[in-house]
């Protein structure tokens, strides 16, 4: 038994010529678009002032290490201004540094200057000089904390400014205030005064957004028009009822969520608060088959160093450690956590993603879909369009006359949203905008072989409908596969266990690699053996380049694949690849195969056909 992770090198090159920056929500499409392209984030918190400078580009390394594209970070105002009209930007405390070294190492940014930050920092960020007028209140449109908000922000953000994504810079988003929908003042004038203070430094273009729990309760004071409203929550809930929560505020548009917590703050002389790896990489698959942006609060949490906690009320002190248990120590030090957010994040890498890298040939365009032959093709095609209507409610796509040969792998922006199956499922319901990429991976399983039907074509023999419409503008990639395979295209690393998610009901099409040792010099190794796919449910399997067949053990009855030993290396380690096409059992458990001595021909079948009579003729064939 060894274990198989998803291919770590299909990444999908994308160049874009001569058109400026620019980064957008796109409310028609529910996405971000960054140069036009949708663009979603991964992103993980790192606070610079809970880390020493020489440490940042580590930390940073790591982090990108684990798949994220983006990190969050929040500025720490009495970190700043200690003493009123007196800046400190150097050191430790050298954000512009911070910014260009994330920028480096090829992460974009999502800023959280404040004012009011929370972080479990001392008096959630704001100056505690504020206090030496008895009569301020914070976070309120109060004229004096209005004006020490103007002067504080005014250094502040044109500094930032060139850091912004539409400069050049790495800053994709920045959040105005912090849960504010937490806070009891509710002064919606307030938050317009930010708004406009934001807007006058940063430009009319930035993204600019807010982060409330995701409840309408806390929504209803914190979310703003002009502010892009996104919520936070922690693993272990229902994520489709918490992206509810950020509709109420927000009906289109990218969802969002600011603060996926990754583990919790500590108080002195409460136990260290532990979240398990398990909830933590299940919620996180869901967020992510959904779509979905997130960040992951905390990804390495660091230090209160000096007298920098916070505290909670009714009064409980934070204490020094902001560890947090995240999937980075205190320490920069990587734990298991770490490495099952890796295996979530990798398992993105399907075969939309890989068109490039697989369609030697590049793609062809054709207003109605060309058949297998006609592309050149034997076993697999791409076939990419668009939604050209809106379906918020359910709608049938469908292939009227059964003329999907033989199977078809549906997706919908990235996520699945069923299979049809010739003879079997002519249509599946799909939701999308107009504009939405489809996405329909044509599987080829067989000709027919015999009888009048023997000219068997294959692919989509004529265009699928959405409703009555039929879809037009097509581009199609001839996926090579076996050549992309054999030539090492698809990754060849070895994958430690992760007591991650639960599975979604399917997942793109995607590969997954792994490797194994046969020793030399033992006598009769290597031998004839089978290869077994447990909690696999249908797709192929190559050793070595060797393409061993098909799977599909969910069908039933074939359950083993014969391995012949002349495929087998005691020279070199044996490399296993796999492409799943309904849904891995890498996000339920260990991702294995297993070898086994003896077939099993004979397993359990799963179909609404009738048993045959006792007897096979050749009629049974007609
Ligand atoms: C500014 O902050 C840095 C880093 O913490 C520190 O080394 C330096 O002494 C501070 N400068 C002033 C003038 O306080
Ligand atoms: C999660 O919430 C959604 C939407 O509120 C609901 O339809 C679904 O049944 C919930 N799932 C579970 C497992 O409770
Ligand atoms: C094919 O269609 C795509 C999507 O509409 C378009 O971006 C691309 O330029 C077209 N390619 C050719 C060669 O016409
Ligand atoms: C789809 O809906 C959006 C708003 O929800 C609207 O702006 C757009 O025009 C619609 N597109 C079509 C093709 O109906
Ligand atoms: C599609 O959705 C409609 C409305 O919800 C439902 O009546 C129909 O049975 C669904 N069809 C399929 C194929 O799931
Ligand atoms: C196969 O050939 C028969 C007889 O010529 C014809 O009626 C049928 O349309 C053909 N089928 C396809 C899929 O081309
Ligand atoms: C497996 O892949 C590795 C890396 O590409 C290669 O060095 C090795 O020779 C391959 N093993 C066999 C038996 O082909």
Not at 28 to 54: A, L, M, T, W
Not at 477 to 491: F, P
Request: aromatic share 12%; proline share 7%.
């Amino acid at each position: 038994m060894f274990l198989l992770r998803a291919g770590t090198t299909l990444l999908l090159l994308l160049v874009f010529l001569g058109s400026p920056r620019s980064f957008s929500v796109d409310y028609q499409h529910d996405c971000f678009r960054k140069d036009g392209e949708r663009f979603r984030y991964i992103s993980g918190s790192i606070h610079y002032n809970r880390i020493p400078r020489v440490y940042w580009k580590d930390r940073l390394l790591k982090m990108y290490m684990a798949g994220l594209n983006a990190i969050q970070t929040y500025i720490p105002w009495n970190y700043h201004e200690m003493y009123p009209g007196q800046y400190n930007f150097s050191g430790d405390r050298d954000v512009e540094y911070f910014l260009k070294l994330a920028q480096d190492i090829g992460f974009l940014v999502i800023l959280r200057p404040g004012p009011y930050i929370c972080a479990e920092w001392d008096m959630g960020g704001l100056p505690a000089w504020l206090l030496k007028n008895k009569n301020i209140v914070l976070r309120s449109s109060d004229p004096d904390y209005i004006t020490a908000v103007d002067k504080w922000m005014g250094k502040l953000l044109p500094m930032i400014k060139p850091y912004l994504y539409q400069n050049c810079g790495p800053i994709i988003t920045v959040q105005v205030e912090n849960e504010y929908g937490s806070y009891f003042a509710c002064d919606y004038n307030y938050l317009r005064h930010l708004t406009k203070l934001f807007r006058s430094h940063l430009g009319e273009e930035v993204v600019l957004f807010t982060t409330d729990g995701a409840s309408p309760g806390y929504l209803k004071c914190g979310a703003l028009q002009d502010l892009y409203a996104t919520v936070d929550f922690g693993p272990g809930g229902n994520v489709t009822a918490a992206f509810e929560a950020q509709r109420y505020a927000e009906p289109r548009g990218p969802l969002v969520n600011s603060e996926f917590y990754t583990g919790w703050l500590d108080n002195w002389g409460s136990p260290h608060a532990e979240v398990p790896t398990a909830v933590v990489a299940k919620s996180l698959n869901e967020i992510l088959a959904m779509g979905a942006n997130v960040n992951m609060y905390m990804f390495i949490g660091g230090t209160n160093f000096g007298y920098w906690n916070g505290a909670n009320a009714p009064y409980k002190p934070q204490p020094t450690s902001y560890d947090y248990d995240a999937p980075l120590t205190e320490a920069g030090d990587l734990t298991k956590k770490y490495f099952a957010i890796q295996e979530v994040i990798k398992e993105l890498l399907t075969i939309s993603d890989a068109l490039d890298k697989l369609s030697f040939s590049g793609p062809v365009n054709s207003t109605n879909p060309l058949t297998f032959i006609e592309l050149n093709q034997v076993s697999l095609d791409g076939f990419l369009t668009t939604l050209p209507v809106n379906c918020t409610k359910p709608t049938p796509l469908s292939s009227p006359l059964n003329e999907v040969h033989d199977r078809a792998y549906v997706s919908v922006d990235g996520v699945s949203a069923g299979i049809l199956e010739r003879s079997k499922v002519i249509a599946i319901n799909v939701t999308g905008n107009a504009g939405s990429q489809l996405d329909v991976l044509v599987e080829n399983m067989g000709r027919i072989n015999y009888g009048k039907d023997i000219n068997d074509s294959k692919g989509l023999l004529s265009t699928l409908y959405l409703g009555t419409l039929p879809l037009t503008g097509w581009t199609m990639y001839s996926l090579s596969i076996d050549e992309a395979v054999s030539q090492g295209l698809l990754g060849d690393k070895e994958a430690t266990p992760t007591d991650a998610p639960q599975p979604v009901a399917l997942s793109p099409p995607t590969f997954y690699s792994g490797s194994f040792i046969i020793p030399d010099g033992i006598p009769d190794l290597p031998q004839d053996t089978y290869i077994k796919l447990p909690k696999w449910r249908k797709g192929q399997v190559w050793i070595n380049g060797f393409n061993l067949g098909r799977y599909w053990p969910s069908r039933g009855p074939q359950v083993t694949l014969f391995v012949p030993a002349n495929i087998l290396s005691t020279a070199a380690p044996n490399n296993v690849t796999v492409l799943e096409l309904e849904k891995a059992p890498c996000s339920a458990g260990p991702c294995t195969v297993e070898f086994t001595a003896d077939p099993i021909l004979n397993g359990p079948v799963y179909s609404d056909h009738k048993q045959r009579r006792r007897l096979f003729s050749k009629e049974d064939l007609l």
